[in-house]
């Protein structure tokens, strides 16, 4: 690997220590300012090229391309997909792990900010790596290209693939507007929905709408009496959990008795196992209208985004890293979170894990995925914010591979929280709203 440092200085350096070595922080904040340009073009390709989920090939491209330059080996095309990849340095001791995720929204490109969410886990991966270089210290740090989270799970088949079975720590940082974290300029602690997706199949019978309707078993009428359904039972689940559902098959001409109908049903709750608690109800409520209307029902289970389980100890490092770079995130351990979804909640659930928050300075009305949150997700002024972020990340990092006393509480924290998560827990009401799927 080539050096990655430079003589640069920069005013971050100034920052007071709050607990992890001074000297680790100027080497992660002049490490990372030595790449500003690198990351300020592969930010900038990323943004001017949007692409959807498992078809990120010029991302994939370019960001294995910058690595390999630097010097990095890059396994491209890592875990049996297309549009992932995998590059690491070090050898020996802990593991700690950046994903970088790079898929556009269909029509208004990168409305949530991925180009910025690699960018960040890239530089953060930089930092930690030329650290690594310099002190020739046991550690491995790992960045992990994750196509496709847009409501597609690119994480989880990497996650069966074993990508993070050796991980101690991975973290990313999602941006958004500012309004979601007022009075700081992002959040440390906040956790997300789980997310069950399914489809639901209905069959009936076709006929003449007008020359014989009651030859047919009309299709469409399962799939509203399904929907009214879950309409009234909203009335009966506690506001922490969310039931959203769209037609997305109800016939073909409206003089046709529809033989065939469909819904796509997303439900959302704190965790998985009150998702799955939640799931017999809403189940009812489709094999209700199937016997109503006199058709036959299958429900297909799409993937299932995990709740996120930020683990307090490294969330609160990425806070106390934030502030020696000189800007405050927030950082409450009780946090309900947000009600969106990502598939970085199902890492959380393989390894020790936080996504972090970052606000850049979208308007009023542009929000995560919106035409104007695309636009401001490609400024100057937002790349420097969320480059705040990457040296956060990157200090919190070499933190977790140099020190074993911050490591144990980090690992002690994961382990806990397994035999909380198994369970349904109490419900919780949600503070505020943010830019996941």
């Keep these: 690997m080539t050096a990655i440092t430079s003589p640069d200085s920069h005013r971050d350096r100034d920052a007071v220590s709050h607990g992890q070595n001074a000297e680790d922080i100027q080497d ?3 490490i990372i300012d030595s790449k500003s340009e690198q990351l300020w073009e592969i930010n900038q390709k990323i943004h001017s090229n949007p692409e959807l989920g498992y078809k990120e090939y010029m991302a994939h491209d370019n960001i294995s391309s910058m690595l390999e330059t ?6 491209r095309h890592a875990y049996g997909l297309e549009t992932s990849f995998v590059a690491e340095y070090g050898s020996g001791g802990r593991v700690v792990a950046f994903n970088a995720e790079y898929d556009a929204l269909p029509g208004i490109g990168h409305a949530c900010g991925h180009n910025l969410i690699a960018m960040m886990s890239i530089g953060a991966f930089l930092g930690v790596a030329g650290a690594l270089e310099e002190q020739n210290i046991p550690g491995r740090v790992r960045l ?3 196509p496709a989270e847009e409501g597609l799970g690119g994480k ?7 990508a993070y079975k050796d991980v101690d720590a991975c973290m990313m940082v999602h941006p958004g507007p500012f309004t979601e974290c007022p009075g700081f300029t992002g959040d440390a602690y906040m956790p997300t929905l789980a997310s069950l997706k399914m489809t639901i199949r209905f069959t009936g019978k076709t006929a003449h709408a007008a020359m014989a309707p009651w030859e047919g078993t009309n299709a469409l009428d399962a799939a509203v009496l399904s929907y009214n359904g879950i309409g009234v039972l909203r009335q009966q689940i506690h506001p922490c959990n ?5 037609i997305s098959d109800g016939g073909l001409r409206p003089n046709i008795i529809p033989d065939s109908s469909a819904i796509d049903c997303y439900i959302r709750s704190p965790t998985v196992a009150m998702a799955e608690e939640l799931f017999e109800r809403v189940g009812n409520c489709f094999k209700g209208a199937a016997l109503q209307a006199g058709c036959t029902m299958e429900i297909q289970r799409h993937n299932t985004y995990a709740d996120l389980r930020p683990n307090k100890p490294l969330a609160t490092a990425y806070a106390q890293a934030m502030a020696e ?3 405050e995130v927030r950082c409450d351990l009780t946090s309900t979170g947000v009600p969106g979804s990502t598939d ?11 996504q972090a928050y970052v606000g850049i300075p979208a308007g009023p009305g542009a929000n995560n995925h919106t035409p104007g949150f695309t636009a401001v997700a490609g400024t100057k ?3 420097e914010l969320c480059l705040h972020a990457a040296k956060g990340m990157a200090i919190a990092g070499l933190n977790m591979l140099k020190n074993d006393e911050f490591a144990e509480k980090v690992k002690s924290d994961f382990e806990e929280d397994k035999s909380r998560r198994s369970v349904a827990s109490e419900p919780r009401m949600l503070a505020h709203n943010a830019g996941f799927c």
């Design 344 to 354: 970085q909640g199902n890492v959380t659930y393989e390894c020790p894990g936080i």
């Design 381 to 383: 002024e937002s790349h």
């Design 28 to 30: 992660v904040l002049r």
């Design 242 to 246: 969310r039931v959203h559902c769209v």
């Design 144 to 146: 992990v290209g994750t």
């Design 156 to 162: 989880i088949p990497i996650i069966n693939a074993g």
């Design 325 to 327: 770079v000189g800007t």
């Design 70 to 75: 630097l010097g990095f080996k890059v396994t």
